[in-house]
Every structure is written in structure tokens, then in C-alpha cells.
């Protein structure tokens, strides 16, 4: 067993440092006071193919490993959790399904320009009555003729106020009965196609989080991404994906609030010595750098075992609920050691407090975890 | 166009670890880059390769875990890299680090230029470019910011005392390049995909390079450090003056006297 990244491993998280270091660091406040999606990164973070990790290469992706994806997520989320997670949900829900359910009309069509970045992706599943419980939706998609009449109402859609291309979860209704559910690839800009407003989140508030309206919206049938029916199971599959991404961005968070911790216990004197010389702040830190090594460790096992071709839902519900904990958690012991200072927005642990909680509750609870992993126990534990 | 960069692994100027115990400087794969000059020099010589064609070899002399730099270099665009590697050139200050360079860049065969970013952020010295010429008998031209092939000539320009100098040479040179050459950019997830599937290094030892053993590390160095310690980072203090509003400004007055800052 070798727990050792490979130099192309280093070379990319070196790269995704200098990234985010050079570009984000210097507008990650602002951004997220301002509630500010930042075009003028975008356009470069597609260049490094950031939006293309691990999309094939015939269609203008990187096809980085699974470690490789996590790592750079991780390194974009220490800076900037809201960019990361424009980046995990675009790679892991939009581009990762359409790489692997699409056909190869659908594959050439929607591919090239998500991996540029010059379009991105958003996942709508979610409704006003059905967020966990995932076959509540209540969406529909008519067919007629060549086309699906669609009628949707999607909330807490991430990257929705930018997104281009969407992956929208229907029941298709055929004859007044409901089917099985349907995945239809929907792009901005169809008539019936409507943002609706931006959410006013506690936290990654530099991404657009908005609700998506479709209102008898006619996408063609050639747009159904594998068949009809199979909605469930490519939404669990990309779920299962996007959770190894939502935990390499929740343990890039917890990095990120050690390391503003660690930094101002350095700084911060009281009772004459900095306060990295109390032990109690000693203990606090060495805490929480042992939660991020071990949801760091959970997440690159999971993403190991997705490229091994291995079972993936226990593995990755796993490393989702730990790192998602461990982000919170760090993130409110960081602003514990700023004390008075972390809860004013002069310091940047409050952001990452706002920001680490939203993991423990998107794509997937925390609750939704523990339920795949007993149900994993259940089928094989003895 | 036939280009060899030379590029030296450098401490990152913000991850520096100090070993007080040992008076050296801890290096390790999470504080080690390729010199950021170097990357000058890296991106024109992409910039001339797309322009001229040709190909581009990467050279650095360094511990085996200085093959990092030329793969970085290589995710930049450089073709192969050059490691040239041996405990014997240890120690060496930049006259023998010039002199392994130049046999290293003899193996490689005919070229049309050699370039160097201006100094290394680590010792500064801004030496080896120039020493490597004088070693390798080229002319030399330093601090270059725009490179122009015309026929059998390079055209080149820099800018020296406020004055852009333009000048024409005959390859094979020596040239250093200038910060104001180009912006460097980051290599994409694709371009490290590509430079650390098929790894092409050639690494050489003292023995490969067919080298004299008197030139290299610290036998072939006219300087040897004697000692390395960490200057101690000023401390500013802040001291309040009690007591009265007399006798603060009195203790302020013996204080600023006690220092010579006033009479």
C-alpha cells in the first residue's frame, strides 16, 4: 500500500495552488461579500482545464485520476470554496454523467464546450417537495412527437444563475400515467427556460444558486440523456461521482481554516506570548489538522476506489459525511481561536464557517450518508 | 531552432524551512520549484519553438529530486530534460555549477541558443548565465526581452540604462532572459498529463559527462561557505509611558536622549 502521490499528482496540486493563490486569494472576500460570480477567472481557469478534468480527451478534457480531481478541487476550495464548488458540481453532476450516459451525438454536441468552460453545467434536481427524497419530484416531461413537453420547478440548482447546459430530472408521463424518471439535457436559453430568483445563502455566496423555472419548455427527444426511466440510477451514479468531489471540497475548506488558524494563533499575543504558545490552542490545532489528514485519507480512497472500477457508494458517502463534518467542525474551532476576531468579517475564518456548512447538507445530508452506508452494511456486512 | 534552457530547483521564497540545528536550508518536494526566472526563459523559448519550430531541452544539475523542475519544465513546453547528477558536484558555487552545465550541454550535441533566466531567487548571484558562456566560449548577450531570427542572425534587444539596445548575433549564444520577456503562464491539467505519462530524462553522472573531477563541487569552487545563520527577524516593541502628562513627556525626552535622537 502506497499512500505516496505521484509526481503528476504534486505537479498538479503545485499548479492548482498557484491558481488559486494567484487569481482567487486576492478576490475571494469580495466576491463573496458582493455575492459576485468572477467572469474574468473563468475564462482562465478553463484554459488549465479546470472545467474539463475528467471529460475524455477527444472532447477537449484533461482525463486527470479521480486523486488527481480531488486534489485540485481541494487546492481551489482552500482559497475559494464557492469556485470550488462551481468547478465540483460542473465535473462531477453535469459533465461526469453526459461523459458517461451520453450518446456520441450527444457526447460531441454538449462535451467541448462545457470542458473549455466556455459553457457551465448545473444539476437540477431538487423541488420545493423533494430534495432527499429524490422520486418525489414532481416535474413532468410530455412526449410529443419529436419533442418532450417539459414542466419543472427546480430550487437550490448550484452554478444556476450562470449555467448553460442542465441536467434536469423528470417523471416522463405518458398517457396521464407517471413513468419512470428521465434525464433530459436542457440548455440556457430554450423558450419556457427561466432563472428564478438568486437564493441569499448563508454561505459559497459568490456562487449563483438559483431556482430554474421550465415552463412547458419543449426539449427534443434527442436531448434525453440515456433512456427513458433510467433518471433514478444515472442521478445516484452522479451523485455517487459528485459526492468524492463535495468531500475533496469540504477537506479544502478545513485546510484552508487550519491554515488561517495556525497563522494568526502565530500572531495573536496574549498574556504576553502568542497564543500558539498556550497549550490549549496547541491541542485545538493538532485536533484539527488530524480530522483533515483523515478526511483527506477517506476522500482519496474513494476516489481510488472509483478508479479502480470498485464499488463506490458506501466509500464515497463515507468520505462526503467525514469531510463534510470535519469542515464544519475545524472551521468552527479555527473561528474559536480567533475569538472575538474570527465572528467580524475582518478576518476570513467566518467565510469559511458560512461556507463549511452547506457540505454537510448538498448533494446528499449528512443523514442521506449514514442511510447509504448502513444500507452498504446491511447487503454486505455479516 | 534548436533551444536549451538551463533551470535550477529553487526553495519557494514563502515555504522556507530553516534547520537551526544543522544551519540549512530543509528541502523537501512541498517547498521546492523551478526557479522563477527560469520560467522567462521556459516561456520564450516555447514562443520561439512555435514560431521557428525546433526543439527544446531542458538542463539542470542538481540531487535526483531536482527531475521535479525539468518535468515542470517539460509541462511548460520543453521537449526533453537533462539531469545532471552526482554527490561529487555538491557544494559547488556558480563557477563549477557553470562548468558541469557546459559538459552537460557539450553531450547534447550542435544548438542554436542557450538560455538563462536572469539570476536564481535563491542566491542571486546572476552569474552562471554569464560564466556558462565564457565556459562554452559563446557570445553572450544578458537580460535579452524580444528575440527576432533573421536569416543566419538573431536579432535581440534589451533594455540597459534606460536605453533599448538592439543587436544582432550570430548563433550559437548564450542569452538571459529578462522578466520583462514574457508572462509566464501556468501549464494546463492537459500539458502535465502529457509531460508525466512519457517521461523522457537523461541523466548523467560526473563519470557520464567524462568530467575533471578538480572543476566540479567544492574542489572546482572559488567560494566556500563557511557558515549559514538565520538572521533574526527585527522585533518591534511597543512601550507605553505612564504617570502623568509631565512626566510622560519627561521619560519620553530621557528616552529619546538615551538614543541619540535628539540633544
Redesign the interface.
Known amino acids: 500500500m502506497d499512500l505516496t502521490l ?3 499528482q ?3 496540486r ?2 492548482a495552488c ?2 488559486a493563490e494567484n487569481e482567487l486569494a486576492p478576490i475571494a472576500r469580495e466576491i463573496d461579500a458582493e455575492r459576485r460570480f468572477p467572469w474574468e477567472v473563468i475564462e482562465k481557469m478553463g ?4 472545467f474539463g ?1 475528467q471529460a475524455p ?1 477527444k472532447y477537449g478534457g ?3 485520476d479521480s486523486i ?1 480531481y480531488c486534489i ?1 478541487v481541494e487546492e481551489l476550495s482552500r482559497i475559494c470554496a464557492a469556485i470550488g464548488l462551481t468547478v465540483s458540481v460542473h465535473n462531477g453532476v453535469a459533465v461526469y454523467p453526459i461523459s458517461v450516459f451520453a450518446n456520441e451525438t450527444q457526447k460531441k454536441r454538449f462535451i467541448p464546450s462545457l470542458a473549455a468552460g466556455e459553457k457551465i453545467g448545473g444539476f437540477c434536481l431538487t423541488e420545493p417537495n423533494a430534495g432527499s427524497d429524490a422520486n418525489a419530484i414532481e416535474a413532468t416531461a410530455i412526449p410529443d412527437g419529436d419533442d418532450y413537453i417539459v414542466n419543472a420547478n427546480k430550487i437550490y440548482v448550484t452554478n444556476g444563475g450562470v449555467a448553460d447546459i442542465l441536467l434536469v430530472f423528470t417523471s416522463v408521463v405518458s398517457e396521464d400515467v407517471k413513468g419512470g424518471m428521465g434525464v433530459l439535457i436542457v440548455e440556457r436559453g430554450t423558450p419556457g427556460f427561466t432563472v428564478g430568483i438568486l437564493e441569499d445563502n448563508c454561505g459559497m455566496r459568490a456562487n449563483p444558486v438559483t431556482s430554474i423555472i421550465l415552463n412547458d419548455c419543449r426539449i427534443p427527444k434527442a436531448n434525453l440523456l440515456g433512456e427513458e426511466g433510467q433518471g433514478f440510477k444515472i442521478g445516484m451514479i452522479a451523485l455517487e461521482t459528485g459526492r468524492i468531489g463535495i468531500a475533496a471540497q469540504a477537506v479544502g475548506i478545513a485546510q484552508g481554516a487550519l491554515d488561517v488558524s495556525i497563522k494568526y494563533a502565530k500572531e495573536r499575543i496574549q498574556f504576553k506570548v502568542p497564543i500558539a504558545r498556550h497549550q490549549a490552542i496547541q491541542m485545538m490545532l493538532a485536533d484539527m489538522s488530524i480530522s483533515v489528514e483523515a478526511a483527506r485519507l477517506l476522500t482519496y480512497r474513494a476516489a481510488h476506489k472509483k478508479d479502480k472500477g470498485e464499488s463506490l457508494s458506501g466509500p464515497s458517502s463515507m468520505a462526503k459525511l467525514f469531510a463534510a463534518r470535519t469542515a464544519s467542525h475545524v472551521a468552527s474551532m479555527g473561528l474559536q481561536i480567533h475569538g472575538g476576531y474570527g465572528y467580524s468579517k475582518e478576518y476570513p475564518i467566518e467565510r469559511y464557517f458560512r461556507d463549511a456548512r452547506v457540505t454537510e447538507i448538498y448533494e446528499g445530508t449528512n443523514e442521506i450518508q449514514q442511510m447509504v452506508i448502513a444500507r452498504e452494511l446491511m447487503k454486505t456486512g455479516s | 531552432m534548436k533551444i536549451i534552457v538551463c533551470v535550477k530547483q529553487v526553495l519557494a521564497a514563502n515555504r522556507i524551512k530553516f534547520d537551526v540545528k544543522t544551519n540549512t536550508m530543509v528541502r523537501a518536494a512541498d517547498n521546492s520549484y523551478i526557479n522563477p526566472n527560469d520560467l522567462f526563459a521556459i516561456q520564450i523559448a516555447a514562443q520561439l519553438k512555435e514560431r521557428y519550430g525546433g526543439t527544446i531541452t531542458a538542463v539542470t544539475m542538481g540531487p535526483s529530486i531536482s527531475e521535479e523542475v525539468l518535468l515542470e519544465a517539460m509541462a511548460l513546453g520543453v521537449d526533453r530534460g537533462m539531469l545532471l547528477s552526482d554527490r561529487r558536484f555538491a557544494g559547488a558555487d556558480t563557477l563549477a555549477t557553470s562548468y558541469v552545465l557546459g559538459m552537460g550541454i557539450r553531450k547534447l550535441g550542435d544548438f542554436d541558443m542557450v538560455l538563462c533566466g536572469t539570476e536564481s531567487t535563491d542566491s542571486n548571484t546572476g552569474q552562471v548565465g554569464p560564466q556558462l558562456a565564457e565556459e562554452m566560449d559563446l557570445p553572450q548577450v544578458t537580460g535579452v526581452e524580444k528575440i527576432e531570427k533573421q536569416g543566419s542572425m538573431v536579432r535581440l534587444e534589451r533594455v540597459s540604462d534606460g536605453l533599448r539596445e538592439v543587436m544582432e548575433v550570430t548563433p550559437p549564444v548564450l542569452l538571459t532572459i529578462s522578466r520583462e520577456a514574457a508572462y509566464p503562464g501556468l501549464p494546463s491539467l492537459l500539458d502535465i498529463q502529457d509531460a508525466y505519462v512519457d517521461i523522457k530524462l537523461d541523466c548523467f553522472t560526473l563519470d557520464d559527462l567524462e568530467a575533471d573531477e578538480q572543476r566540479v563541487g567544492l574542489n572546482g569552487s572559488g567560494i566556500w561557505v563557511t557558515g549559514l545563520t538565520q538572521v533574526p527577524n527585527k522585533q518591534k516593541r511597543c512601550e507605553f509611558i505612564k504617570g502623568g502628562f509631565r512626566q510622560q513627556v519627561q521619560t519620553l525626552m530621557e528616552k529619546l536622549r538615551e538614543k541619540n535622537l535628539i540633544d
Open positions: 505521484t509526481l503528476k504534486k505537479a498538479i503545485k499548479m498557484q491558481f484554459a488549465v482545464n479546470f478534468m480527451r484533461a482525463e486527470v488527481s485540485a
